[in-house]
């Protein structure tokens, strides 16, 4: 059985996962639109674009946790415990009766601690989902790269069989340059420290072939695409289940390629030489190469390669200067904070959400209980009710706003509390027994004694005989509501008359659906009590009804 922890890590999951995916495709949209407007000459340019949303995407995650503790989306106020208090509700109405009712949507349950919460929903399952693909594919990646290492530990060193000229090239390039058989093209495998890896066939290359692959691979060295693709690999991981990022990843990779191409071309002149050797090289199967690799040749889209190569007019370096690079981290990090503080502004926008989780004194979690929230400036009420595990959710609610928080469960003391909710808020109240009362009367003789001038009568009161059903009508489940998955607990506010009928039934709470709450009125309006009697007379008597309407 899943512990309740590990739903409530799910649900928080969810929530980041749906900002992170909404920045993704944003970023994406964004990349496009710039490619389109600005149209870069260069491929080097236009790497710079992609590589600048998925820097983006990478920085989203820091950005929207740095947004929500900033002043404008919100400062985290911690919530005010006071001792539980007993008093009025809902503008001045005493809460002297309150009647709880669970209505589910399949057979009812004989014990509303069945009923199926709204904390064990959809969203916590996927958040929890996404965590075990998530690490099912670090894991794997894990292995890859311990299988990569031990490949450059097997692999030889290559310079000393270079021809002298070829030599100084790769000291000029600061490149670490292996051989291995076991692979079938030249990639380059690494992050901070990457190497070039021939396949042993190199030495029967000729010239042309052997220069054209060793500037191919200079340039993925140069321009630090071993971290790009790094940073690309770990976002398709962690978003494995977005399209964006597996499309941002695809157009990283094409015109990186596209870049080193122009970088390679640019340096040898030779534009015939390297597109035959380019050929030559993706006419080998590359099935061997390592994953996560840059393979000089690998993938379907090497003939549209040589063509472009083979038409271009003019030829351009394929790196980017270091004042561009700079500038493009630049960028993506401001839209990636521009991004989250419009994620977070939305969010609010939308109303703030009240969570947590109902409390025992033993700090258990307790179901079905009843949370009530009351804005004293507007007179707004809301209510909910805690579910099987003891969760519960209000969304909706004015951000920036004190309201005050009453708690009721069987068995325990009401406990009311004051909360700021400011933006997003979690509040876990910790309910205590109710007290027992016992009333006792110590009798003695009091000594006779004159007194003079009239005697005052005291009335002597106090007896209050609590209201007891008679009759019980169950709310039924708007069979509408039921198939669109609608659930919410409503909030009413009656009147027990003296022949012992509820009257004036109203809602109270606004959030909620009114067709579950007009189901709600029509079934408390036919409940009957016995009348409430003080000091043997019955008197009408205010009470407060939640009627919690539940999907298993």
Known sequence: MIGIEWLELGRMLFSALTAVSIGAAVLA?????????????????????????????????????LAA?????????PA???PALDIPLLNGAVLGVTETATTEGAEPAPSTAAASSAGLDWRAWLGLGWLAVAALLLLRA??????ARGLLRRARAVEPSLPDRFREEVRAARASLVESAAVDSPAVIGVLRPTI?????WRDWSEVKLRSVLLHEFAHVARGDGRTFA??????TLLWFHPAAYWLHAKLRSTAEHACDDHAVFLSGDREGYAQALLEIASVRAAATPAGALAMASGSRVGRRIDRIIAASATSSGLLSPGARRASTLVSLCVAVLLALASVAVAQSGGATLSGSVLDPSGARTPNAVIVLVNEETGKVEATSSGADGAYRITGLEASTEYVIEVRGQGFAALTDRLEVDGDTTFDPRLSIRPVEEEILVSGTRQARTTTGSRTRTRIGGRVDRAKMTKYVEPIYPPAAEREGVEGTVLLQATISVEGVPTDVRTVNTLVDER?????????????????????????????????????
């Open 197 to 201: 890896v021939l396949p042993e066939s």
């Open 29 to 65: 949209a964004l990349a496009w639109a710039a490619t389109v407007v600005l149209r870069p000459r260069s491929a080097a340019s236009e790497h710079g674009v992609w590589a600048a949303a998925l820097t983006g995407l990478a920085i989203l995650p820091a950005a929207l946790g």
């Open 69 to 77: 503790i900033l002043p404008v989306a919100g400062v985290d106020v």
């Open 80 to 82: 005010l415990h006071v």
């Open 516 to 552: 579950l709450a007009e189901a709600a009125r029509t079934a408390v309006r036919q409940w009957r009590y016995e009348p409430v009697k003080l000091n043997g007379e019955a008197v009408p008597i205010g009470t407060v009804m939640s009627v919690a309407f539940q999907l298993p």
């Open 231 to 236: 940073l690309a690999r770990a976002a398709t």
């Open 142 to 147: 894990g292995a890859q790269t311990l299988q």
